[in-house]
């Protein structure tokens, strides 16, 4: 098993650029999240997923968009980069929410 | 307003000491989380607990429900124990994060 993976690992974007960070899990898992983490500060959660077709926002949705058409893919979209973004980005899947979370290696995103 | 607090926010210690991780929360809970972020970032759960006491090789994990308090422990601590202890609480409709406790063993 892969378990949750992430790709890129690190990006660069300018501002206003769009990008998709991808997240994949091979785990049968049906609650997958996607968490951004910040110096200082406790992970936050962005969106989250209970299941494929159904997402919603989570504590900082802002500037993100996401879609679960697959039980392993939930990718997360940024609309239009600001620097605000610059974060590292953390998906993660769970059997059900609130169970052990499986977290992905992470995507380091930089926002010039 | 910080839903979960943890101490100390720097830690080190040398090889072979007992270290202790404190972790309040102030939100009614359904389960309490231990993670691990290695040096390199990746994040590893190390225990889920809803009451008592959980181990795990060195690791000791323990809840106080009513003083909404928890602690982990490692015992005989390693250089390879070095790493970010993060402290996560589940409401039963959310995850609350600690801002985590930067562990540093010396050889």
């Known amino acids: 098993n892969a378990g949750v993976t992430q790709t890129p690992k690190f990006q660069v974007l300018k501002t206003g650029q769009s990008m998709t960070l991808q997240c994949a899990q091979d785990?049968?898992?049906?609650?997958m999240s996607w968490y951004r983490q910040d110096p200082g500060m406790g992970l936050r959660l962005i969106h989250y997923?209970?299941?494929?077709?159904?997402?919603d926002q989570g504590e900082v949705p802002n500037g993100y968009n996401v879609s679960r058409s697959t039980t392993e893919d939930f990718p997360l979209r940024l609309l239009s980069a600001a620097p605000s973004q610059t974060s590292v980005y953390f998906c993660?899947?769970?059997?059900?929410?609130?169970?052990?979370?499986?977290f992905g290696p992470g995507t380091r995103l930089t926002v010039t | 307003k910080n839903e979960v607090e943890q101490s100390p926010q720097n830690l080190t210690a040398q090889e072979g000491e007992f270290i202790t991780i404190n972790c309040s929360y102030s939100?009614?809970?359904?389960?309490l989380h231990w993670l691990q972020q290695h040096p390199g970032g990746g994040i590893v759960s190390l225990f889920m607990?809803?009451?008592g006491k959980k181990k795990h090789g060195r690791l000791i994990a323990t809840i106080n429900i009513q003083e909404k308090h928890s602690s982990l422990h490692i015992t005989a601590s390693h250089p390879r124990d070095s790493a970010v202890y993060i402290c996560?609480?589940?409401?039963?409709?959310?995850?609350?994060f600690g801002t985590g406790t930067s562990l540093t063993v010396i050889p």
């Open positions: 993660a899947s769970s059997y059900s929410k609130g169970t052990q979370q499986y």
């Open positions: 785990m049968n898992h049906e609650y």
């Open positions: 997923s209970v299941g494929a077709g159904i997402t």
């Open positions: 939100v009614g809970i359904s389960a």
């Open positions: 607990l809803s009451s």
């Open positions: 996560a609480v589940y409401t039963g409709n959310q995850f609350y």
